[in-house]
């Protein structure tokens, strides 16, 4: 019997791709659908050249094969933003997100256990999609638009998508009134490089400080000379070089010297310079203070002096200081003119030019708003890496509006997870780092360039007569899910599903999905042929927990209801209560939640996995834990010093919920023997070890030793023996 790759209508397009995934020897067919829940992803349609994989020696794991016919998952959803959105660049500044590109270096976020602080991040990847959008109206007049799937961070409530509903399908946690963002707000717009720009700017930094002047002197022969200078020395090449660039333009030439060399506790001072009167006649005319300078000359003034004579301490404090009074009445008036609120402080009194600091108010916030507005050229100035990220903004959400239109909309990945998009916090999605084994990008890839099988029923039936093979038992879903979303229209699982029902294969099949009551009838004659068992992870039945933990993924209520109707047909159903994370789902009145309701369906194994944060897993969990529980991230530290969690931590979950299904659990010299409570099965009803072909694993997490009577669904609160569900579920 072959199976033939069934071909589908209402394709956009069918191409060769310019990515060949590397595994794969022929360049695939690319599909796209012209349907909603698969807008925007792609299909790689590859023949394998095998499918049935081995496990690695030494893998504690109760199987030896396995098989997978779709690599990445589309249970994540995408996030984006209109391309003119301002993020903000390492230095300090900002770009259109449309103008972005990989390897950029931008501000993300981290938590250190008590705030958000802003730190410098690689852009790992950029894409565009067409998705309708909608405007987000805050408290302060900052707007964002973005799509119904976008996520920004709010300040007590997590994170949000832009829209859903409270109940239904769409059901998410999303942006109401109620909700307030946590950033500075709208950024300001940076000045326009023009003229009156330009003069301000020379006119600060040159005022500030640089010596120009004219002196007299008698030459040897009795005649008088003038002597012209204007020197202009500073450590800082980008303001140098800045002012140079002005003054070329403005017909002003100038030489470029080293001023002072480096020495062990000085850096390097580089200097412009010019002797000519012309010259030094042409600066003084620009310097002049002007009578009514415009909003321009002001920006450019502004940053100029800041350059000049400005700090911002690690303390946040933001001063421009000067001993002139004019110079330092033009810096408050500049200041008042877009709205700053300043002090005075006077230092050094007894000196004969007394130094006055004008300190900017308001906060990082403002501080911000400064270096948007004036734009200054000294990157180290203007450093906000390690800045705490404050509630104190007015960015309370006034409104979510539709567009009514789709527009053409762009997001990044980011090493952090998130970015800052107009002043709030922003989340990028974050990939699965297998998918890179295949040539794609760790970023988006994962969940919108799905690769499929195409072949797999049939290359898995050549590779199940060949006389080598031994008839062993292949787990399915141990790496992607085997019945996501995509496979309502590959039908690849219930396929390879036949191939095992044809050659008495035994198997058994993890899922998130009650699309595998799909092939119950399958599943029934595989029972009674072969042996066959299904598990499904339920981690928990807490809304919020799931929604933040797994919001792509189906309801945990609907899995159960897969429970109940796969006992109903007498098949085999395992429960792995997966993963159990501590601190967020392990309180016992969760535990018991998800327990009780689980043993009523009937399942015939209930096995609680604590989190194992793997490599690669760790890098896409612990980001997601800062910002969604900041609280935890200290004791996450200290529990994953590895990549499992301590044995008395695993223990007591057992316990607690062995407590929870009413039995007490068996046990040696006086605690939890794992072996006893983990000891997994296979779907024959061999414990793994018996036969001489299967090696005896040492499990890495604790099940349930709760015994049924063959063939009797079991009464409520009491679970079964496990049977061969030991596969590590996908973890978050």
Request: proline share 7%; with cysteine.
């Given at each position: 019997?072959?199976?033939v790759?069934?071909t589908?209508?209402?394709?956009?397009g069918?191409?060769?791709?310019?990515?060949?995934?590397?595994l794969?020897?022929?360049?695939?067919?690319?599909?796209?659908?012209d349907?909603p829940?698969?807008?925007?992803?792609?299909?790689?349609?590859?023949?394998?050249?095998?499918l049935l994989n081995?496990?690695?020696?030494?893998?504690?794991?109760?199987?030896?094969?396995?098989?997978?016919?779709?690599?990445?998952?589309?249970?994540?959803?995408?996030?984006?933003?209109?391309?003119?959105?301002?993020i903000?660049?390492?230095?300090?500044?900002?770009?259109?997100?449309?103008?972005v590109?990989?390897?950029?270096?931008?501000?993300?976020?981290l938590?250190?256990?008590?705030?958000?602080?802003?730190?410098?991040?690689?852009?790992?990847?950029?894409?565009?999609?067409?998705?309708?959008?909608?405007?987000?109206t805050?408290?302060?007049?900052?707007?964002?638009?973005?799509?119904?799937?976008?996520?920004?961070?709010?300040?007590?409530?997590?994170?949000?998508?832009?829209?859903?509903?409270?109940?239904?399908?769409?059901?998410r946690?999303?942006?109401?009134?109620?909700?307030?963002l946590?950033?500075?707000?709208?950024?300001?717009?940076?000045?326009?490089?023009?003229?009156?720009?330009?003069?301000?700017?020379l006119?600060?930094?040159?005022r500030?400080?640089?010596?120009?002047?004219?002196?007299?002197?008698?030459?040897?022969?009795?005649?008088?000379?003038?002597?012209?200078?204007?020197?202009?020395?500073?450590?800082?090449?980008?303001?140098?070089?800045?002012?140079?660039?002005?003054?070329?333009?403005?017909?002003?030439?100038?030489?470029?010297?080293?001023?002072?060399?480096a020495?062990?506790t000085?850096?390097?001072?580089?200097?412009?310079?010019?002797?000519?009167?012309?010259?030094?006649?042409?600066?003084m005319?620009?310097?002049?203070?002007p009578?009514?300078?415009?909003a321009?000359?002001?920006?450019?003034f502004?940053?100029?002096?800041?350059?000049a004579?400005?700090?911002?301490?690690d303390?946040?404090?933001?001063?421009?200081?000067?001993?002139?009074?004019a110079?330092?009445?033009?810096?408050?008036?500049?200041?008042?003119?877009?709205?700053?609120?300043?002090?005075?402080?006077?230092?050094?009194?007894?000196?004969?030019?007394?130094?006055?600091?004008?300190?900017?108010?308001?906060?990082?916030?403002?501080?911000?708003?400064?270096?948007?507005?004036?734009?200054?050229?000294?990157?180290?100035?203007r450093?906000?890496?390690?800045?705490?990220?404050?509630?104190?903004?007015?960015?309370?959400?006034?409104?979510?509006?539709?567009?009514?239109?789709?527009?053409?909309?762009?997001?990044?990945?980011?090493?952090?997870?998130?970015?800052?998009?107009?002043?709030v916090?922003?989340?990028?999605?974050?990939?699965?780092?297998s998918?890179?084994?295949?040539?794609?990008?760790?970023?988006?890839?994962?969940?919108?360039?799905?690769?499929?099988?195409?072949?797999?029923?049939e290359?898995?039936?050549?590779?199940?007569?060949r006389?080598s093979?031994?008839?062993?038992?292949?787990?399915?879903?141990?790496?992607?899910?085997?019945y996501?979303?995509?496979?309502?229209?590959?039908?690849?699982?219930?396929?390879?599903?036949?191939?095992?029902?044809?050659?008495?294969?035994?198997?058994?099949?993890?899922?998130k999905?009650?699309?595998?009551?799909?092939?119950l009838?399958?599943?029934?004659?595989?029972?009674?042929?072969?042996?066959?068992?299904?598990?499904?992870?339920?981690?928990?039945?807490?809304?919020?927990?799931?929604?933040?933990?797994?919001?792509?993924?189906?309801?945990?209520?609907?899995?159960?209801?897969?429970?109940?109707?796969?006992?109903?047909?007498g098949?085999?159903?395992?429960?792995?209560?997966?993963?159990?994370?501590?601190?967020i789902?392990?309180?016992p009145?969760?535990?018991?939640?998800?327990v009780?309701?689980?043993?009523?369906a009937?399942?015939?194994?209930?096995?609680?996995?604590?989190?194992?944060?793997?490599?690669g897993?760790r890098?896409?969990?612990?980001?997601?834990?800062?910002?969604?529980?900041?609280?935890?991230?200290?004791?996450?530290?200290?529990?994953?010093r590895s990549?499992?969690?301590?044995?008395?931590?695993?223990?007591?979950?057992?316990?607690?919920?062995?407590?929870?299904?009413?039995?007490?659990?068996?046990?040696a010299?006086?605690?939890?023997a794992p072996?006893?409570?983990?000891?997994?099965?296979?779907?024959?009803?061999?414990?793994?070890?018996d036969?001489?072909?299967?090696?005896a694993?040492?499990?890495q997490?604790?099940?349930?030793?709760?015994?049924?009577?063959?063939?009797?669904?079991?009464?409520?609160?009491?679970?079964?023996?496990?049977?061969g569900?030991?596969?590590?579920?996908?973890?978050?």
């Amino acid at each position: 019997m072959v199976t033939v790759m069934v071909t589908f209508s209402g394709l956009r397009g069918q191409e060769r791709p310019d990515l060949t995934p590397t595994l794969f020897d022929v360049p695939p067919v690319v599909r796209t659908f012209d349907t909603p829940e698969f807008n925007g992803v792609t299909f790689y349609e590859v023949e394998a050249k095998s499918l049935l994989n081995r496990v690695p020696a030494g893998e504690r794991f109760p199987f030896r094969w396995t098989v997978n016919v779709y690599r990445g998952c589309g249970h994540a959803c995408r996030y984006c933003q209109s391309g003119d959105t301002p993020i903000l660049m390492a230095d300090g500044r900002t770009r259109p997100l449309a103008e972005v590109r990989v390897g950029d270096a931008v501000f993300g976020t981290l938590f250190d256990g008590k705030y958000r602080r802003y730190t410098i991040t690689q852009v790992l990847a950029h894409w565009s999609t067409v998705k309708r959008a909608y405007r987000v109206t805050l408290e302060d007049g900052t707007t964002l638009v973005a799509s119904g799937d976008h996520r920004f961070l709010t300040a007590t409530r997590g994170w949000r998508h832009v829209t859903g509903s409270e109940q239904g399908r769409d059901r998410r946690p999303h942006l109401t009134p109620s909700d307030k963002l946590l950033g500075t707000g709208q950024f300001a717009a940076p000045p326009k490089d023009g003229p009156e720009y330009r003069r301000g700017y020379l006119c600060g930094m040159i005022r500030g400080d640089a010596h120009l002047g004219s002196r007299t002197y008698r030459r040897p022969n009795g005649t008088q000379a003038t002597f012209h200078t204007f020197r202009f020395a500073l450590v800082d090449a980008e303001a140098l070089q800045r002012t140079r660039g002005y003054l070329t333009d403005l017909g002003i030439p100038t030489t470029e010297r080293v001023f002072q060399v480096a020495t062990a506790t000085r850096k390097q001072l580089d200097a412009i310079s010019s002797g000519s009167r012309a010259g030094l006649s042409a600066i003084m005319e620009l310097v002049a203070w002007p009578t009514e300078p415009s909003a321009d000359w002001c920006k450019g003034f502004l940053a100029g002096i800041f350059d000049a004579e400005g700090s911002y301490d690690d303390n946040g404090a933001l001063r421009i200081c000067n001993t002139d009074q004019a110079i330092v009445d033009r810096i408050t008036s500049c200041l008042r003119r877009f709205g700053f609120s300043f002090v005075i402080e006077e230092r050094r009194r007894s000196s004969a030019k007394p130094v006055t600091y004008v300190r900017l108010l308001g906060g990082f916030r403002e501080h911000l708003r400064f270096f948007h507005t004036v734009d200054p050229a000294i990157t180290r100035k203007r450093r906000i890496a390690g800045r705490a990220i404050k509630h104190d903004a007015p960015l309370r959400v006034v409104a979510v509006e539709p567009l009514g239109i789709e527009v053409l909309m762009f997001d990044i990945t980011t090493g952090t997870s998130d970015f800052i998009a107009d002043g709030v916090v922003s989340h990028n999605c974050f990939a699965r780092p297998s998918h890179t084994w295949l040539g794609f990008d760790a970023g988006r890839d994962f969940e919108t360039r799905i690769v499929v099988k195409v072949n797999a029923p049939e290359i898995l039936r050549h590779e199940l007569k060949r006389p080598s093979w031994r008839g062993e038992h292949v787990a399915m879903g141990t790496n992607t899910d085997p019945y996501q979303r995509c496979e309502g229209r590959y039908r690849l699982t219930r396929a390879v599903l036949e191939a095992f029902r044809d050659f008495r294969n035994p198997c058994s099949v993890l899922t998130k999905s009650p699309l595998l009551l799909r092939d119950l009838d399958l599943m029934v004659e595989l029972d009674r042929t072969a042996g066959f068992s299904a598990n499904l992870s339920i981690g928990t039945l807490d809304e919020d927990v799931w929604r933040r933990s797994e919001p792509g993924t189906p309801h945990p209520r609907a899995r159960v209801a897969a429970v109940r109707e796969l006992r109903a047909a007498g098949i085999p159903c395992g429960v792995l209560v997966a993963p159990v994370l501590p601190g967020i789902s392990d309180h016992p009145d969760q535990l018991k939640a998800v327990v009780e309701a689980v043993a009523e369906a009937g399942a015939t194994s209930i096995t609680p996995i604590t989190l194992h944060l793997r490599p690669g897993v760790r890098e896409e969990f612990m980001p997601w834990l800062e910002r969604e529980h900041p609280g935890l991230v200290g004791r996450y530290r200290r529990l994953y010093r590895s990549s499992n969690a301590p044995p008395a931590v695993r223990e007591r979950i057992a316990r607690q919920a062995r407590a929870a299904a009413g039995r007490p659990g068996p046990r040696a010299r006086g605690r939890l023997a794992p072996e006893e409570a983990g000891g997994s099965r296979a779907p024959d009803g061999r414990r793994i070890g018996d036969s001489g072909s299967d090696p005896a694993p040492t499990p890495q997490q604790l099940g349930l030793d709760l015994q049924l009577q063959p063939g009797r669904r079991p009464p409520r609160g009491v679970g079964a023996r496990r049977e061969g569900p030991g596969h590590q579920p996908p973890q978050l």
